[in-house]
């Protein structure tokens, strides 16, 4: 079990005082958030914590940064991340409360507000924790694509960042905003209209050094393949999974141009060349087949690396 220290005393007490306060005859919901405290920032879009004034409760709520409020585009973005979180119901994806449009007429959505670490906090902590901890963690976020995949709906964006491990060893996958749909016939709508973002936006600090998102990125999203589908995810869930057992990530290089060159042409070393520590074959064969980069060469479904993950990897780790 990875532990964690507990929520503040305030997100999670209950008071009579709270449970019993008279409830407004007018509802009004223009008022029903207050102190409002920004806990994350990402490209174009604030997440926030806020009491519920009706139900009393600290919640999490997202909306677009002020430059991008009123941009019609986005706005739709912001509506389709929030109703594919709110339509995933399962263990493993946050909760969503509300969809809604504030005073100005902006978007927002509601969800549970949840404490603790990303799984790129762990991580750069490897060696406090064993690789058992880490693997359960991933076998989570595994179950919960597979549950999106079953749904129709492809996350592309699984990295260290958008994987949250909170303090009773829940894990969350988060930041469905790149989560690709289809149509009752199989269709797409065309990637330039849909949540498809440059790589230049989500993958560069503001020195020009690539961050995270391009290390998990598979070939057919750096190429922005029309036709990318649930086994993108499964790439993505591989070079994740790499970084757990050996410390680093797959693709070589600290430029984005060097990043993506490295995803689209080089076989990763295998992390047992990379590292000291013992790799468990099991975990590493899986690892290097669902990182082919011809798709028809992965797994097919997440599915088959779930079983993986629950079989015995550590036998044959002594051998």
């Not at 958008?162 to 469905?176: A, H």
Request: hydrophobic share 35%.
């Amino acid at each position: 079990m990875i532990n964690f220290p507990e929520p503040p005393k305030e997100y999670g007490s209950v008071f009579l005082e709270e449970t019993d306060k008279p409830l407004p005859k007018k509802i009004n919901q223009q008022t029903r958030y207050a102190f409002f405290s920004t806990i994350a920032t990402g490209g174009k879009s604030l997440i926030k914590s806020c009491k519920d004034l009706h139900l009393s409760r600290f919640i999490c709520y997202k909306t677009l940064k002020p430059e991008f409020a009123d941009d019609e585009i986005e706005q739709q973005r912001l509506i389709r991340e929030a109703r594919v979180t709110a339509m995933l119901q399962h263990p493993n994806t946050v909760p969503t409360y509300e969809l809604g449009r504030d005073s100005k007429g902006h978007c927002y959505f509601t969800m549970k507000l949840v404490h603790g670490y990303t799984l790129r906090e762990i991580l750069d902590f490897r060696d406090r924790y064993d690789l058992t901890q880490l693997v359960d963690v991933m076998l989570q976020v595994a179950y919960a694509l597979e549950y999106a995949h079953k749904h129709g709906v492809a996350h592309r964006d699984i990295k260290p960042e958008n994987i949250l491990v909170g303090p009773y060893s829940e894990v969350l996958v988060l930041d469905w905003g790149l989560a690709k749909v289809w149509n009752p016939d199989g269709t797409a709508v065309e990637e330039g209209e849909t949540a498809e973002t440059k790589i230049e936006d989500i993958s560069l600090t503001g020195q020009g050094k690539a961050q995270g998102t391009a290390h998990y990125m598979s070939p057919e999203q750096v190429k922005q393949d029309p036709s990318i589908d649930h086994r993108t995810d499964i790439f993505s869930l591989a070079a994740v999974m790499y970084e757990v057992l050996c410390g680093k990530p797959a693709p070589k290089g600290d430029k984005l141009h060097h990043i993506i060159e490295s995803v689209l042409n080089d076989s990763p070393e295998k992390p047992s060349d990379v590292t000291s520590q013992r790799v468990p074959p099991l975990l590493e064969e899986m690892v290097m087949r669902a990182l082919e980069k011809n798709p028809d060469n992965r797994y097919q479904s997440i599915r088959e690396m779930i079983q993986i993950m629950k079989q015995d990897w550590r036998s044959g780790m002594f051998s």
